[in-house]
């Protein structure tokens, strides 16, 4: 069984930053890629950004390329999102994902979700 769990969400004014954490347990987890999604409201849930096993491959969406970054730390089984420069269309629910890239390097296949964490951008 795997279980993710997010953190750092909040409340944060239009040009600030946060970073949003998930600690990861479970045996396939340092084998996995890991990756953020996020949902806004009466929205589909959207791919973020994802990092590969090793952490030398990273991929993002186009909106949010060069203001985040993911990177993760294996030896605390911990992925970390850092948000720069955020805009209110950054506001949702941000969710942990574990799986496998797809072959479109656009998106995640998962097979884990976190139960996500809510970040909220005023303007």
């Known amino acids: 069984q795997v279980q993710l769990v997010e953190s750092g969400g909040g409340l944060v004014q239009a040009g600030g930053s946060l970073r949003l954490s998930c600690a990861a347990s479970?045996?396939?987890?340092?084998?996995?890629?890991m990756g953020w999604f996020r949902q806004a409201p009466g929205k589909e849930r959207d791919f973020v950004s994802a990092?590969?096993?090793?952490?030398?491959?990273?991929y993002y969406a186009d909106t949010v390329k060069g203001r985040f970054t993911i990177s993760k730390d294996n030896a605390k089984n911990t992925v970390y999102l850092q948000m720069n420069s955020l805009k209110p269309e950054d506001t949702a629910v941000y969710y942990c994902?574990?799986?496998?890239?797809?072959?479109?390097?656009?998106?995640?296949?998962?097979?884990?979700w976190g139960q996500g964490t809510q970040v909220t951008v005023s303007s």
């Open positions: 479970g045996r396939t987890v340092s084998t996995a890629t």
């Open positions: 994902a574990a799986g496998y890239m797809a072959s479109t390097r656009q998106t995640m296949g998962v097979a884990y």
């Open positions: 990092i590969s096993w090793s952490g030398g491959n990273t």
